[in-house]
């Protein structure tokens, strides 16, 4: 089992930054490709980023590249999120994930285990 917890989500204005984090629990957290995905209101769940357990990004999507940057302290079993000049497009319930094997795809059915999620609010 892997327990994730996401902290960081806020309201803020169009132009801002936060900064996501995601702390594991569980099962060995390094050996994970781990992933971001949001979902906005009416909207499908997406994937943001994805980062293998080697520090590997193999997808950002193209709506947040040059503004977002997934990262990992694996002595601290945390995945990162950092978003800069948010939009208010970027909206959305923010959600990590933890996936056992494999390298960390855009496929949210890849994905094993889920935080509960955190709002992210960007007003224009």
């Known amino acids: 089992q892997v327990q994730l917890v996401e902290s960081g989500g806020g309201l803020v204005q169009a132009g801002g930054s936060l900064r996501l984090s995601c702390a594991a629990s569980?099962?060995?957290?390094?050996?994970?490709?781990m992933g971001w995905f949001r979902q906005a209101p009416g909207k499908e769940r997406e994937a943001v980023a994805t980062?293998?357990?080697?520090?590997?990004?193999?997808y950002t999507a193209d709506s947040v590249k040059g503004r977002f940057t997934i990262s990992r302290d694996n002595a601290k079993n945390t995945v990162y999120l950092q978003m800069n000049s948010l939009k208010p497009e970027d909206t959305a319930v923010y959600y990590c994930?933890?996936?056992?094997w494999g390298s960390g795809g855009s496929y949210e059915d890849e994905y094993d285990y889920w935080g509960q999620g955190t709002q992210v609010t960007v007003s224009s």
């Open positions: 994930a933890a996936k056992l």
């Open positions: 569980g099962r060995a957290f390094s050996n994970h490709a």
């Open positions: 980062i293998n357990w080697t520090g590997g990004i193999p």
